[in-house]
């Protein structure tokens, strides 16, 4: 399975953004994905998640700004980020394995698909 991110680039604070993440031979309901993120000089950090049911969890941090959605017909997980705010700058990762949300969460040792990543940048 291949992870290729998306959507990157620069806006300015209040601004949105929308990433994707294709997955090659990929069928999107048998697996769970999530996106995590990564800043300079910080540990990569899980940002939101979606069960191979389609459930949704949300890092408090981002809750009621950044939205995970996943196209299984196109094998796309997308991640909508919107009011992004200057701490939201960092490099977004998708992430896949074939175990359900309950077993994997937030833990980036759980996961066994990873993509090369996408850089967002907020300036304020």
């Known amino acids: 399975v291949e992870l290729v991110e998306s959507g990157g680039g620069s806006v300015q604070a209040g601004g949105s953004l929308r990433l994707s993440c294709a997955a090659s031979?990929?069928?999107?309901?048998?697996?769970?994905m999530a996106w995590f993120r990564q800043a300079p000089g910080k540990e990569r950090e899980g940002v939101a998640g979606?069960?191979?049911?389609?459930?949704?969890t949300v890092a408090d941090s981002v809750k009621g700004r950044f939205t995970i959605s996943r196209d299984n017909a196109k094998d796309i997980l997308y991640l909508q980020m919107n009011s992004l705010k200057p701490e939201d700058t960092a490099m977004y990762y998708c992430?896949?394995?074939?175990?359900?949300?309950?077993?994997?969460?937030?833990?980036?040792?759980?996961?066994?698909?990873w993509g090369q990543g996408t850089q967002v940048t907020v300036s304020s």
């Open positions: 979606i069960d191979m049911s389609g459930s949704t």
């Open positions: 992430a896949a394995d074939y175990r359900r949300w309950e077993l994997l969460g937030f833990r980036r040792s759980a996961y066994k698909y």
């Open positions: 031979e990929f069928s999107g309901s048998r697996f769970s």
